[in-house]
């Protein structure tokens, strides 16, 4: 075997794939460290499982690929077996095998012609069941076993060929959500130990959540590839699958989330203003956005998450520093963005001295409607004094609704 430095256990270059004149892949270039845990991304049909199986040595592509320094040709079948492991898609399997027969067929590169699997042999392919919780299945027929058993008997078998590269091809298809997490949770530590694990995923949260490394894919080519932060972005998302996606650090989580609006809403002319606070105004802004409407928010106080809504929805949003009253300009402001809007919407939000001014600038409002979940005595921390300016906003106001409500007034 050649030498080869880690940086570089998988060299693809210009790598272009045809079945009957049609172009597969196009002009793939990949190069994948040793311990990467790559999720290969992309709509139905870019390519993902051709390039996997080119990788695996499964289809005979026109270019360079290179395992550990090697070119993927200078392989026997037995040796690149015990390099790269392949769990392929929606794997059936037709005969009653017993779960333990199937993990051992892993062991078949290192298994001498007309041998019988040594002890060795047995121990490894068990311990990968335990280490998949399958342990229990070792004598059940495989074509008596769930769809999502069946496919952590797969893996286990996958595991039980020992190569330093695993991959999988939308592995958790037919899990139920306890087992989709794990096997990337098993993927993610073999990673941390060397193994590099590539993967074919759909999940986009999940694949930003346990892949050090995103590639998408469309039409065969390779049009992102990074952090998942710098692959999953709005304007990708909104190129390759057509959606109208926002991509956000989601704050509860402090993991990367998607927002994707389904809703064809054309845009609307009417300016909305939304008064909130405390989060009360996440899902207020949220509707507003589904519906097309230009929107302004505020006034927030700094840190509140509000200010996240706003900022993933585009919107414009006024802050004041926290712990400290609303100040004369931001409460100018605040009057003016309220004046510009034909609707102002009161969220059903906590009222403090800090925020008491929000009270104040809403009597300027053009059009009032007020969220009421929770009588405003339970959210009133000003002795009072915030209760009574709201009840005089009530009685101005176009709409007293729920949040549930929200609907029939836009
Ligand atoms: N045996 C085949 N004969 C003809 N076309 C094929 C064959 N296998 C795959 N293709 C075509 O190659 C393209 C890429 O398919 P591939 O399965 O690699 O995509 P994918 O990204 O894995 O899709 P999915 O997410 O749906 O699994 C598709 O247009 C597919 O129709």
Do not use: W
């Not at 040793?34 to 991304?41: E, Q, T």
């Not at 003016?336 to 929000?358: A, H, V, W």
Request: hydrophobic letters at 40%; one cysteine or more.
């Amino acid at each position: 075997m050649d030498g080869y430095n880690a940086d570089s256990i998988i060299e693809i270059k210009d790598l272009n794939y045809s079945i009957n004149n049609k172009e597969i892949l196009k002009g793939i270039d990949l190069n994948i460290k040793a311990g990467d845990f790559i999720g290969l991304i992309g709509p139905n049909g870019a390519g993902k499982t051709t390039l996997l199986k080119c990788i695996n040595g499964l289809n005979k592509a026109d270019g360079h690929i290179k395992i550990k320094g090697t070119d993927i040709n200078k392989y026997t079948e037995r040796l690149l077996a015990k390099e790269v492991a392949l769990m392929h898609q929606n794997t059936t399997v037709g005969f009653p095998f017993p779960a333990l027969d199937i993990v051992l067929m892993g062991r078949y590169p290192y298994i001498k012609r007309f041998r019988a699997e040594s002890k060795e042999d047995y121990t490894i392919a068990r311990r990968n069941m335990d280490y998949t919780h399958t342990g229990r299945l070792e004598e059940s027929p495989v074509t008596e076993m769930s769809g999502g058993e069946r496919q952590r008997v797969l893996f286990a078998k996958t595991l039980t060929q020992e190569t330093d590269i695993i991959l999988l091809d939308e592995p958790t298809a037919s899990l139920d959500i306890t087992y989709q997490e794990q096997i990337f949770e098993y993927s993610r530590e073999l990673s941390l130990t060397g193994t590099t694990v590539v993967a074919a995923i759909h999940d986009l949260k999940i694949a930003a959540r346990y892949c050090t490394r995103l590639v998408l894919m469309n039409c065969g080519e390779i049009v992102a590839d990074g952090f998942p932060q710098e692959v999953l972005t709005s304007e990708n998302l909104s190129c390759v699958y057509g959606i109208n996606a926002l991509v956000y650090k989601n704050r509860i989580t402090g993991l990367l989330d998607l927002y994707i609006n389904r809703d064809t809403a054309g845009k609307k002319s009417e300016l909305v203003h939304v008064i909130g606070g405390g989060g009360s105004a996440a899902g207020v802004l949220r509707q507003l956005y589904e519906q097309g409407y230009n929107a302004t928010a505020g006034v927030f106080s700094q840190g509140d998450s509000d200010i996240g809504s706003a900022e993933v929805f585009g919107m414009k949003y006024l802050v004041e520093k926290p712990f400290t009253e609303i100040s004369d300009e931001i409460h100018a402001r605040n009057i003016s963005y309220i004046k510009d809007s034909e609707i102002t919407i009161l969220c059903n939000m906590p009222f403090g001295f800090q925020n008491f001014r929000n009270l104040e600038a809403a009597l300027n409002a053009n059009k009032l409607v007020i969220i009421e979940d929770e009588l405003p005595e339970t959210r009133d921390f000003t002795d009072g004094k915030a209760t009574a300016l709201y009840k005089r906003l009530k009685e101005t106001a176009a709409a007293v609704i729920t949040s549930a409500q929200l609907h029939e007034v836009l």
